[in-house]
Each structure stands twice: as structure tokens, then as C-alpha cells.
């Protein structure tokens, strides 16, 4: 649903694209990035300390619950997910493919080596890490190719804003996870949206206090 909101933008970027002011698109891509992370964030937050109980305490029940580890890759994966989605829409946008060609490869096989390889030592959980190191590879070549050919800025900036960002959300899981246990409405479902408004307030203080 977010992703397709953001969608929208796409052809504007196009445009943007091909004005060809590198200064306007660099600035524009923050900011469209930034957006992202700003859902990604809340929403892996949410995935992660409210999907639990959801499954056990609203949807299904204490049997269907899902292990932690297995919780924790499949947000991260989501997160990453997200992160991609403003380099992949302007990298196909540009129409710059054949650069990615390998990575895309990598991607492909890393996938489903360690996803076979995962599933039979792991289960479940080494298919989930399979996808998340492809997701990572690929993540990391498509942003190259991005800041090298398109917006024409510092990859190692890059990279290093993606680790600040990352753990900026580590720490606001930990506050929340610290947090919530003192709000207990004695109901599943009350319990589930104070919850969720507490991680929406949280991410948004963090958020607006560090960045403006």
C-alpha cells in the first residue's frame, strides 16, 4: 500500500530526469529516499513488536506464534525491501540496466543457493536469510550504480547513511520495546492499537527532533 502511494512520484522524477539539473535531482532523491525510510522505519518497528500478537492474541492463537529470529528476518527483510524501492524506481526510470546485469545475476544465484542450502539445514529461517543477503547484495549494487551514473553523489555517503538510518531504527525499537510493557489495557485489541500509537509517536518524535 505505501509503496504503491509513493508510486505516484514516478513520473515526475521522469521529468525530473530529464531536465538533467543534477543539483535538483540529487536533492530530490533525498528527500524521496527520506521519505522511505520514514515508512520503512515505522513500519519494521510495527511488524516487529506487534505481529506477535496479532497472530496470537487477536488472528489465530499461541500455537500459530512465530519464532523471533524468524520475526526479525522477515522485518529486516521488509525494511530492505522499502529501502530499495527509491533506487530501483529511479534506476529504471533513468533506464540504466545493463550495468546492473551482474548484480542481478548474483543476486539471482545467492538467492537460491543459500535458500536451498538454508532450508534443509534451517528451515523456514534459512530461506528467509537467503533472500536477505540476495536483498543486500542487490541493494548495495543497484545504490552504486545509482550515485555513479544518475545522481552522480558519493557512494560512501550513501552507505553511510543507510547505517545511520539503520541504527536510528534499532534504537527506537529498543525504546519502544522498553516502553510498551507499561501500557496494559487488560483487552488484546486495545492493547494492539496503544501500542502501535505509542511506535507511531515514537518514530515521529525521534524523527522530527533529529531531522527537522
Keep these: 500500500l505505501f509503496i504503491s502511494l509513493l508510486n ?5 522524477i521522469g521529468n525530473l530526469l530529464a531536465e538533467g539539473d543534477k543539483d535538483k535531482i540529487q536533492r530530490i532523491y533525498n528527500v524521496y529516499h527520506f521519505a522511505y525510510f520514514l515508512i520503512a522505519s515505522f513500519t519494521s518497528i510495527a511488524l516487529y513488536v506487534l505481529l506477535t500478537p496479532f497472530i496470537k492474541n487477536i488472528w489465530l492463537s499461541p500455537e500459530f506464534e512465530i519464532a523471533s529470529i524468524l520475526v526479525a528476518v522477515i522485518v529486516f527483510n521488509s525494511y530492505l525491501h522499502f529501502m530499495r524501492q527509491p533506487v530501483w524506481q529511479i534506476q529504471s526510470t533513468a533506464g540504466i540496466f545493463k550495468h546492473y546485469i551482474p548484480f542481478s545475476i548474483v543476486e539471482f544465484l545467492l538467492n537460491l543457493v543459500i535458500s536451498i542450502y538454508g532450508a534443509i539445514y534451517w528451515g ?3 530461506v528467509f536469510i537467503g533472500t ?3 536483498y543486500m547484495v542487490s541493494w548495495i549494487g543497484q545504490a552504486w ?3 555513479k551514473y544518475v545522481i552522480h553523489a558519493s557512494i560512501v555517503r550513501y552507505y553511510f547513511k543507510q547505517i545511520e538510518f539503520i541504527g536510528l531504527m534499532l534504537f527506537e525499537l529498543l525504546f519502544v520495546l522498553w516502553l510498551i510493557p507499561n501500557v496494559d489495557l487488560n483487552n488484546a485489541v486495545l492493547n494492539f492499537i496503544a501500542h502501535g500509537f505509542i511506535i ?3 518514530t515521529s518524535t525521534f524523527h522530527i527532533a533529529l531531522y527537522h
Design 145 to 147: 550504480i545509482l550515485n
Design 132 to 134: 536477505t543477503i540476495a
Design 200 to 202: 507511531f509517536v515514537v
Design 8 to 12: 505516484g512520484v514516478v513520473a515526475s
Design 124 to 126: 523456514m529461517l534459512g
